[in-house]
């Protein structure tokens, strides 16, 4: 999860030759996180840091990448 924080963070555009990161590549992305936070577990007290790091993910796929459902 860390992993694809950093990842995200980084100038990602230069791996396409449109500089445009792919939707698809972001809704893979953004897929993942969705899936986990339907997981019924994720609401507890010990899941707090995995749940952040989700929430995080998406909020930089929504700003930086402007994601949306």
Do not use: M
């Amino acid at each position: 999860l860390q992993a694809l924080i950093q990842l995200l963070q980084l100038d990602i555009r230069v791996l396409w030759s449109l500089s445009l990161v792919e939707e698809e590549f972001i809704s893979c992305v953004t897929c993942c996180c969705y899936k986990l936070l339907e997981n019924p577990t994720i609401g507890h007290v010990k899941s707090k840091p995995t749940r952040d790091g989700i929430i995080h993910l998406l909020g930089l796929s929504i700003k930086k990448y402007n994601h949306l459902l």
